[in-house]
Every structure is written in C-alpha cells, then in structure tokens.
C-alpha cells in the first residue's frame, strides 16, 4: 500500500516539535519536508531542533528542513517562544555535534509549493502553526492547489472564547489565526479540503500532571522520555485553566494522520475575520465556505495510541 505523503509545516513550539517526532514514527506516513515558520518560537533554534529531531526519530529518511521568512501580524509572547531553545538544548538531540538533516536555501513557502510539484500524488499538509506559508505559496503557484489532498491544521477557536488575551483584541480568536488573520482567510478563499482541530477540540486533551507522571513512568522508552522532557517545559493543568495552561494542541491534531478513532469531525460554514478587534476569529456563519472540525475526542484514545506510538522507536 502507499504510504501517505505529508508535508508538515510548523511553528517550533513545543507541542509543534514533539508532533515532528510522532509523524516522524508514523509507518504509513512518507514526510516530504518541513517548513518552520517563526511564530510560537525564534527561528534559529526551532530550525535546528527540527532537524535534530529527524535525525533522531527519522530512520535515517532524508527529510529536508525549509525556514520561512514570513512575519507576524501579531507576534507570540517572548516567554513562550524561548521554548525552542530548551528543546534544541536537550541531551538526547545533541549527541552529534551537527545535525545531518538538509537544509534547504529556499524559503519554506517557495520548498512546499516545490514538494507539491514534484509529488506523484496528493499530499496531505499538517499545519500546526500560522497559514502564512500556504497562502503564499497559494500566490506564488496557484496549480499546487490541485495537488492538496487536504489540509489539517490547528487552529480556530468554535467555543466562544479564544486563548488571545492581547490589549485591542476582543479575545475570541485562537493564536494561530491572530498571528496572521489575512493568511487564515486566504486560505478559506481556496479551494482546499479543510480539517480543522480547534480550541473545542484541543481542550479536551489538556496536559495534566497525570499525564505527566503516566509518561515519567515510561521514560525507558526514549520516545516518551523525549516527549516527557519536551512537555516538561510547560505548566500543565491543575487548578484553574490559566493564559498559561498548556494543552496538546498540535499533537492532538497530528494524531488526525495515525488513523486511529479519535475525532468525530462536523462540517461547519464559517468565515474568517481578517481585521479589527475579532482578528483571527473564525466564526460559524451560514452560507460561507464549508469545512470540517473536530468535535468530541475521545481523550483516552488519543494517550494510548500517541504512547503506543512513541514506543515504537527503539532508539
Ligand atoms: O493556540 C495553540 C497553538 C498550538 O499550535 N500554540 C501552541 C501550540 O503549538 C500557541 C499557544 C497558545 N497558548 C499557548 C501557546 C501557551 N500557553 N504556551 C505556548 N503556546
Ligand atoms: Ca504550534
């Protein structure tokens, strides 16, 4: 059977890393490069912590690491951005001095147009970061259009309240759409096939300290050790959901390639606010364009079948 082909495009958060990793160890998945765009993270470390991390976790496939020069509307806190040092940092990525891993000169939007090209098939995109790549390389080259089996990407909120909390925003967007609204709407004029795992999905998989402790259980696993450190980086849930309070956004919506029955998805008509106090909100409205999102997860599921999958990689 084919694989499926994917092209990931990030943001280096840490969530974003660690879903690297997971598509990395998916066995029915072919990964035809990644692009890193600096949003949820400074460029120079994410970069190479995504190609440490193919190194580490891509059985020696020869994936090639793009960056973006695309830019914020509206950029991420400082705090929050740091984290890709800290994971570039890690022990278990640095026991070469290099990473191996291409490099490629081309900016990331201009790399994945390229792999849509030259694809012998559709690809699947997952976006766990901005859209800002896509909608340009939607301008540069509008054929690879035809070329996108769909496109699964966190964001949106669709539970009211988004997790901005910005002066001159109305808070009701997701980061992702209010780093760059107009890309977000861009990319809803397109044609594409859109999956969506927002805020009303991701909220059910908030990372807890019993999430924690169950991987720290398993750390013999490298794998989970990874992910453990990776998340360790970050507050988890205990009191009260806070500005904060870290969910696992992205591999939650990185789990939609594995194939395992988590996510019922529901076709809503939504359309993005592209300016002012909502930007970056996407917003149920009837007769705008169609897409999917997921819904009800199935939280359980979601653990166990990321935890089988770390354990798969036998260092
Ligand atoms: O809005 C969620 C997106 C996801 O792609 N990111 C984090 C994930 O990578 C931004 C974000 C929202 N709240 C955060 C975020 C937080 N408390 N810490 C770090 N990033
Ligand atoms: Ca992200």
């Known amino acids: 059977m ?4 994917v092209y990931m495009n990030h943001d280096g958060g840490v969530d974003d890393l660690v879903s690297l990793a997971a598509v990395l160890l998916m066995q029915d998945v072919e990964l035809l490069g990644v692009g890193v ?7 120079e470390p994410a970069v190479s912590a995504s190609r440490k991390i193919i190194d580490v976790f891509g059985s020696g496939a020869n994936v090639e690491t793009a960056a973006s020069d695309s830019r914020a509307k509206n950029p991420f806190p400082k705090e929050w951005r740091m984290h890709a ?3 570039d940092a890690l022990p278990m990525l640095n026991e070469k001095d290099e990473p191996s891993a291409p490099l490629v000169e081309e900016p990331a939007h201009l790399h994945l147009a390229r792999k849509l090209r030259e ?5 699947t995109l997952l976006f766990t970061g901005p859209l800002t790549d896509l909608s340009r390389a939607l301008l540069a080259a509008p054929d690879i259009e035809d070329n996108i089996e769909s496109l699964v990407w966190m964001g949106g909120s669709f539970k009211g309240t988004g997790n901005i909390i910005e002066p001159e925003h109305d808070g009701t967007a997701e980061w992702n759409a209010f780093w760059d609204p107009e890309a977000a709407a861009d990319v809803w004029r397109s044609g594409i096939d859109i999956i969506a795992y927002p805020l009303l999905a991701t909220d059910q998989v908030p990372w807890t300290v019993a999430r924690r402790n169950a991987w720290a259980r398993e750390r013999r696993h490298p794998a989970l050790d990874f992910a453990a450190q990776c998340y360790a980086m970050c507050p988890p849930l205990v009191h009260v959901h806070a500005n904060d309070t870290y969910f696992l956004w992205d591999l939650l919506t990185t789990s939609h390639l594995g194939g395992a029955p988590i996510a019922t998805l529901r076709e809503v008509a939504c359309r993005v606010h592209a300016s002012g106090p909502s930007q970056g909100r996407i917003e149920e409205a009837d007769g705008c364009r169609t897409i999917r999102i997921a819904e009800k997860i199935d939280a359980e599921a979601f653990f166990a079948y990321m935890t089988s999958l770390f354990k798969t990689y036998k260092g």
């Open 119 to 123: 694809a012998d098939r559709k690809v």
């Open 37 to 43: 765009i600096p949003g949820d993270c400074y460029l």
């Open 85 to 87: 040092y800290f994971v």
């Open 2 to 5: 084919n694989k499926k082909l």
